[in-house]
């Protein structure tokens, strides 16, 4: 087997073919390897090299739904004992997890064969992946420009053609976002489906939930099987179907009512590329059978917007102070992360615990969207991947990041509008991701359109608590009706 023959397959592909005896885990794992060492130098996806892991697991006897399959983790949550996680920060380099997470037990439970940990921005925080630690991760469709964030790194590997599908997490789009600016398919399991133990219960109050960018729907439906159940000492889960994901995407969703919109839940600008990939999406629906009309959610997006940043900020002041409390220096995080940490820290117990009390009021506004339809189609993100660097911010904004970062001026910032300027600035361009981690809901980015400088741009589906099935049989169809596997970057 070469390169282009191990491209033509999806990871369910290598694993029937490595069941039958004809090829091995070890040729699999060299064809990834020759593949990274050849696209690593330009895309930075790849951080930590796991290859002497890798060596010695591919002399093991293999077995599992996976069974020989090359794999990424990424380099958050997704811990590997004894290989660090950094989270893609200097002040977490040293950290090494004492056990595997369970997310990572079960991809070993299934035969794959782990070589590497993805690059992440800074504690997963930027919907691009760029860090001073590991530095830029590029765009296999155009490397001037972010394959997005935070699982930039695992999706550049795949949309490269490095791995069939790797790790992801999705905390405000993280899944979604990479997998619509690079060409994949990226499903967000409701929260409680698949569990983030033994290191944590929930990340992000719940908001985060881990999965996979693949190329291939069956990919991910198999590996939620794979990925599902639940975690030692995880609060709760979701129960499981009565039949496989994976067998989901092999059957008919039936006629579906899809309520439709592009309008910006912040009033901020859309990309007529972005429109424009909504409205062919309805297009191809209705020519499938389905239900479709213009229609959303009534829920203030701004409310959301703000919901999420007070989750954001409350976080990463937690993680800044827990990982200084274990040794780390408050000065090897980055400005931005300093300054969000500064902000949350100034916030009182009682603003945090009201804010989060207001999901329920989001959840209840969606409720009703759900009693007239199935599923909500809207952009994944309002405007296609931009350049390297174009998110970076401006150097008469740093001089004064470093001056408010010596003085305790974090409660003059907030009251001063701040997280409500935050939240328009930080999500004007990926607005449409975070409902669905405040609601726990499943959603997933299908890959459905490209613009004329070639870079992808993905259809987003949101659907109530618990209805992956749903999700993954019309993705299926979609898939079926408008094939996007064979189309590759020209890298």
Not at 214 to 225: K, P, Q
Not at 265 to 284: F, H, L, M, N, R
Not at 414 to 441: H, I, Y
């Amino acid at each position: 087997m070469d390169h282009r023959e191990y491209r033509k397959q999806d990871a369910v592909g290598l694993a029937a073919l490595h069941a039958e005896g004809a090829v091995d885990a070890a040729t699999l794992l060299g064809l990834a390897q020759a593949r990274l060492a050849e696209v690593n130098p330009l895309l930075n996806a790849v951080c930590i090299d796991m290859r002497e892991l890798a060596a010695r697991q591919v002399q093991q006897s293999l077995k599992g739904a996976f069974a020989g399959v090359p794999f990424l983790i990424k380099d958050i949550i997704q811990d590997y004992a004894g290989v660090p996680t950094t989270s893609g920060s200097r002040a977490l380099r040293d950290v090494r997890p004492a056990q595997h997470a369970d997310y990572t037990q079960r991809v070993l439970n299934a035969g794959m064969v782990i070589f590497g940990k993805t690059a992440t921005p800074e504690l997963a925080l930027k919907g691009v992946t760029e860090s001073v630690l590991w530095g830029a991760t590029r765009n296999p469709w155009h490397p001037d420009h972010t394959p997005g964030g935070s699982s930039g790194g695992a999706a550049a590997a795949v949309a490269a053609g490095v791995v069939p599908m790797a790790g992801a997490n999705d905390g405000g789009g993280s899944i979604r976002i990479p997998a619509s600016h690079c060409g994949l398919f990226g499903l967000r399991p409701s929260r409680g489906r698949v569990p983030v133990t033994p290191g944590i219960g929930e990340q992000w109050e719940g908001a985060s939930s881990d999965g996979v960018v693949s190329r291939s729907v069956r990919d991910s439906a198999r590996m939620l099987d794979v990925l599902s159940g639940p975690g030692r000492g995880a609060p709760f889960h979701v129960a499981s179907p009565a039949g496989s994901f994976e067998s989901a995407a092999a059957r008919e969703p039936g006629r579906l009512r899809i309520g439709w919109s592009s309008r910006s839940p912040i009033d901020g600008s859309v990309d007529p590329e972005c429109v424009a990939t909504v409205e062919q999406t309805a297009k191809a629906l209705e020519a499938l059978g389905h239900e479709v009309s213009e229609a959303e959610p009534q829920v203030d997006g701004m409310l959301v917007a703000r919901a999420f940043l007070t989750l954001y900020c409350g976080q990463v002041a937690a993680s800044v102070d827990s990982a200084v409390a274990q040794g780390a220096r408050v000065s090897d995080f980055e400005p931005d992360t300093r300054t969000l940490a500064l902000i949350g820290r100034s916030m009182p117990a009682s603003e945090y615990i009201i804010m989060r009390q207001r999901w329920n009021e989001i959840c209840q506004a969606v409720a009703g969207f759900y009693e007239h339809f199935d599923l909500w189609l809207s952009p994944t993100v309002a405007a296609p991947p931009v350049r390297i660097g174009a998110l970076d911010t401006p150097p008469m904004m740093r001089i004064l990041q470093r001056t408010v970062l010596r003085l305790p001026v974090g409660g003059l910032l907030r009251k001063s509008g701040m997280v409500d300027r935050l939240a328009f600035e930080s999500l004007e361009k990926t607005p449409f991701t975070q409902l669905a981690n405040l609601t726990g809901q499943p959603a997933m980015s299908v890959p459905m359109h490209w613009t004329a400088e070639g870079l992808p741009v993905g259809a987003q589906f949101t659907g109530p608590w618990g209805s992956e099935e749903t999700l993954i049989a019309l993705a299926a169809q979609l898939e079926a009706a408008h094939p996007w596997f064979d189309r590759r970057p020209p890298l």
